[in-house]
């Protein structure tokens, strides 16, 4: 192997890892950003699920009584 043919195939290799590189970072950037909604949502949910009804008002999840 001469040393073009070394040279190329290690240019063809940078290339390829230079490529595959910014698809993780394009692939990371999606995750962080779905991450931080999904973090939002749950946030969210928890403060919605710890929240107490206001003084005479029956929970939408209560059980009226059986008499």
């Known amino acids: 192997m001469t040393d073009a043919e070394r ?11 230079s490529k595959h590189q910014a698809e993780q970072d394009k692939a990371m950037l999606a995750l962080n950003d779905e991450l931080r ?9 928890r ?8 003084p005479g008002q029956i ?6 009584p059986h008499y």
């Open 37 to 45: 909604r999904l973090k939002k949502e749950l946030a969210t949910l």
């Open 59 to 64: 929970p939408q999840d209560e059980r009226p």
């Open 47 to 54: 403060a919605q699920q710890t929240s107490q009804p206001e």
């Open 7 to 17: 040279l190329t195939r290690l240019e063809e290799r940078y290339a390829h890892l």
